[in-house]
């Protein structure tokens, strides 16, 4: 091996170690990343809402030969449909109602570059056409024009969604998911690689001054390693600058941890004690260092001597469950709808019911 190419081994590897971890999925996705990242191969990076795919892109983009030319981004899923076309192929001043002035697009923005794709699964049918014909040619066209421009790209492109039941559903085009995923990626979920938990808290914590940096008992971290984490990576960081604030230099334990995951009161205990016992049945942990299952994650239990209203326990919940998605969600209307499993537009008539604002 030459020097040259010894250097480039080098640094892929030094850009994969920018994600953080040393579990067998993250060590798989790191080998993965040196493997294919030399190569102008298009990646389909496949993973759930918040567990670093765009991070996974820039590792690629830094580890290919393309890495002093730019890296461009854009999320299809959170720009309006009737926009996407615009924005990946630009348009001439006067193409239509609004065009102003002249815009590029990010096929042109890349140019030598990288283009990540992210939520390509949102992307409208017609626009997929048009973006196979951009991959197998290599020559865009701005709306507007009748000139043809060439440009040299690579595409890597994410999605959470199950690729095959979005073709099954006539959603996604098979032919484009061939020429996407050239190369897929699977970005394993927190849950997937909980052992990584300390060391991406304390990653995370890096920017908060010592003083201020909560601390970790043994229980705490149990607990944190049973939970589901449905938000993924993007829930922990937020969970970490949560901790900061309220439990600033001091030592946090298991029965903490239920209110700085916004878990309501009679639904964490169960659910916690039924995934720490299987963590522990996975990780054969001794019984002597785990926290009493009996031992409640909050001082009181409410009481119901008195009459119940239904009616508005069911809105505070509903309320609660709101503002924690769009806590994970990082004020992300379409995100926090899917984590609640709603329609975007229910989610924003429900918010307009009780009047929350997009960060609660």
Not at 128 to 156: A, H
Request: contains cysteine; proline residues 5%; aromatic residues 6%.
């Amino acid at each position: 091996m030459t020097h040259s190419s010894q250097n480039d081994v080098d640094k892929t590897i030094a850009n994969a170690q920018k994600i953080i971890g040393d579990s067998p999925a993250v060590q798989a996705l790191r080998n993965m990343i040196t493997r294919i990242g030399a190569s102008d191969a298009s990646v389909l990076i496949c993973g759930p809402s918040g567990s670093g795919k765009e991070l996974v892109a820039h590792a690629l983009h830094n580890a290919s030969n393309r890495q002093s030319a730019p890296f461009v981004a854009l999320n299809c899923g959170a720009i309006p449909s009737e926009l996407v076309e615009s924005e990946l192929f630009g348009h001439e001043r006067g193409a239509f109602t609004g065009a102003l002035k002249q815009r590029i697009g990010r096929f042109e923005q890349a140019d030598t570059g990288t283009l990540f794709l992210d939520e390509i699964g949102d992307m409208r049918c017609d626009i997929q056409v048009k973006l196979l014909r951009v991959l197998e040619d290599n020559i865009i066209t701005r709306i507007g024009s009748n000139t043809p421009r060439s440009v040299d790209v690579r595409v890597v492109s994410a999605t959470h969604q199950d690729i095959d039941i979005a073709i099954a559903d006539n959603r996604f085009r098979a032919d484009l998911f061939f020429r996407l995923g050239v190369v897929i990626l699977r970005v394993p979920s927190l849950a997937e690689r909980v052992e990584d938990i300390p060391a991406l808290i304390a990653h995370f914590q890096k920017h908060v001054p010592a003083s201020n940096r909560a601390r970790f008992g043994e229980s705490a971290i149990r607990y944190l390693q049973a939970y589901d984490w449905p938000g993924n990576i993007r829930e922990l960081r937020n969970f970490t600058e949560r901790a900061a604030i309220m439990f600033g230099n001091r030592i946090i334990s298991g029965q903490d941890i239920g209110m700085l995951l916004g878990l309501h009161p009679l639904i964490l205990p169960v659910q916690a004690e039924a995934n720490i016992a299987a963590y522990d049945n996975r990780q054969d942990f001794a019984p002597s260092h785990m926290p009493s299952p009996s031992a409640p994650l909050y001082a009181e239990k409410p009481h119901y001597d008195e009459p119940i209203n239904l009616k508005n326990m069911i809105e505070k919940f509903e309320q609660d469950s709101i503002c924690n998605a769009l806590s994970k969600a990082d004020g992300i209307i379409t995100e926090a709808a899917r984590l609640l499993s709603l329609k975007r537009t229910t989610l924003i008539e429900k918010m307009r019911k009780y009047g929350l604002e997009a960060v609660c």
